[in-house]
T-cell receptor
Framework: KAGVTQTPRYLIKTRGQQVTLSCSPI?????VSWYQQTPGQGLQFLFE???????NKGNFPGRFSGRQFSNSRSEMNVSTLELGDSALYLC???????????????FGQGTRLTVV | AQRVTQPEKLLSVFKGAPVELKCNYS??????LFWYVQYSRQRLQLLLR??SRESIKGFTADLNKGETSFHLKKPFAQEEDSAMYYC?????????FGQGTELSVKP
């Protein structure tokens, strides 16, 4: 099976712009989560989508949003970019486990966003 | 508050020496804990989870609820173990990660 694929791998944007990052989960996985990784804050949860619905949300401002499509692919959008949004954005997908919320996450290689 | 603490940013050992990467957590419920590893230029990947109680690549981790710890151990470190190690707690539908420990195994 192909792993979690994130595009693009690298991105440079200017303050005030908006950006959209894409994530294709492993085939059969319906849960997609997004994390921000920075040297100062480490890995922080942004949100999780399951069957096109946002199921959980982290403590990030409303400029950060996401969505999931019927094929489980997900996009993350950041509007009005700030310098502090420079980070590695990781997507993770999880397989369905009958009767429980699955917790094992498979990560993509990330999108490195630089805001200048 | 739900929190994961990895007190060591860097742990440096010689090949063949025992390794223990510390992880403490704060969680009021029944914890579900993981160790993730990131080798150089590779993606973050699951190393082991406490509910499976297995040994992966010679690593083991035991959940100690009394001490709220989930330390990762290996009796004899290998150079290929050099990587970033993250302890994570699954809570409220998300993974809460520690800050990570960089393990450096010297020849």
């Amino acid at each position: 099976k192909a792993g979690v694929t994130q595009t693009p791998r690298y991105l440079i944007k200017t303050r005030g712009q908006q950006v959209t990052l894409s994530c294709s989960p492993i085939s059969g996985h319906r849960s997609v989560s997004w994390y921000q990784q920075t040297p100062g804050q480490g890995l922080q949860f942004l949100f999780e989508y399951f069957s096109e619905t946002q199921r959980n949300k982290g403590n990030f401002p409303g400029r950060f949003s996401g969505r999931q499509f019927s094929n489980s692919r997900s996009e993350m959008n950041v509007s009005t970019l700030e310098l502090g949004d420079s980070a590695l954005y990781l997507c993770a997908s999880s397989p369905p486990v009958p009767g429980r919320l699955n917790t094992e996450a498979f990560f993509g290689q990330g999108t490195r966003l630089t805001v200048v | 508050a739900q929190r994961v603490t990895q007190p060591e940013k860097l742990l440096s050992v010689f090949k063949g020496a025992p390794v223990e990467l510390k992880c403490n957590y704060s969680y009021s419920g029944s914890p579900e804990l993981f160790w993730y590893v990131q080798y150089s230029r590779q993606r973050l990947q699951l190393l082991l989870r406490h509910i499976s109680r297995e040994s992966i690549k010679g690593f083991t981790a035991d959940l100690n609820k009394g001490e709220t710890s989930f330390h990762l151990k290996k009796p004899f470190a290998q150079e290929e173990d050099s990587a970033m190690y993250y302890c994570a707690l699954h809570a409220g539908g998300k993974l809460i990660f520690g800050q990570g420990t960089e393990l450096s195994v010297k020849p």
